[in-house]
C-alpha cells in the first residue's frame, strides 16, 4: 500500500514523531538564536575605534540580523506546527485541506502546504 490514489483516506503519520522533532528543531533554534543575539549586544557594548574594525563588526553584525531573521521566520513556523498539533489539524494543507504527505513531512517537519499549493504559492512569490 504505496500509493495515496482514491480513497480519502489519511495516511497514518506518527504525530508523536514529528513532535519530537519540532521540539528539538525548536530547541536548537532557540540556542542559535540566543548566542546570535548576544553577539549582537557584545558589538554595540564594545567601543570599537579602529576603522576596520567597525567595518567588520557592521558587517558581522549586518550577517548575524540576518541569520536571525531568517531562524526567527523558521521558530514561528514551528510553533504553528506545534500549535496544529494541540489543534489536531498537524499534517492539513492550509489552502486546500489536502493531507500533507509523510515523505514531505519528513523532510520538512514544519510545511504548512502540501507540496501542489507549495509550488502554486512559490510561483506567486516575487522572486528577490
Ligand atoms: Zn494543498
Given amino acids: 500500500m ?7 483516506v489519511q495516511s497514518p503519520i506518527d504525530i508523536a514523531e514529528f513532535e519530537a522533532i519540532l521540539l528539538a528543531r525548536k ?8 548566542l546570535r543575539n548576544a553577539n549582537i549586544k557584545d558589538l554595540h557594548a564594545s567601543s570599537l575605534t579602529d576603522d576596520s574594525d567597525v567595518i567588520s563588526a557592521q558587517i558581522q553584525g549586518e550577517l ?28 492539513i494543507c492550509e489552502m486546500c485541506d489536502d493531507t500533507i504527505s509523510k515523505e ?5 517537519p514544519h510545511a504548512r502546504f502540501c507540496i501542489t499549493c507549495r509550488e502554486l504559492y512559490e510561483k506567486n512569490q ?3
Avoid: M
Fill in 126 to 128: 516575487p522572486k528577490s
Fill in 2 to 8: 504505496t500509493t495515496s490514489q482514491g480513497a480519502c
Fill in 27 to 34: 530547541q536548537d533554534l532557540l540556542e542559535i538564536l540566543a
Fill in 64 to 91: 548575524d540580523s540576518l541569520i536571525i531573521e531568517k531562524y526567527t521566520l523558521e521558530l514561528a513556523e514551528i510553533e504553528a506546527s506545534l500549535q496544529k498539533i494541540i489543534d489536531n489539524t498537524y499534517g
Fill in 104 to 108: 514531505r513531512l519528513t523532510i520538512k
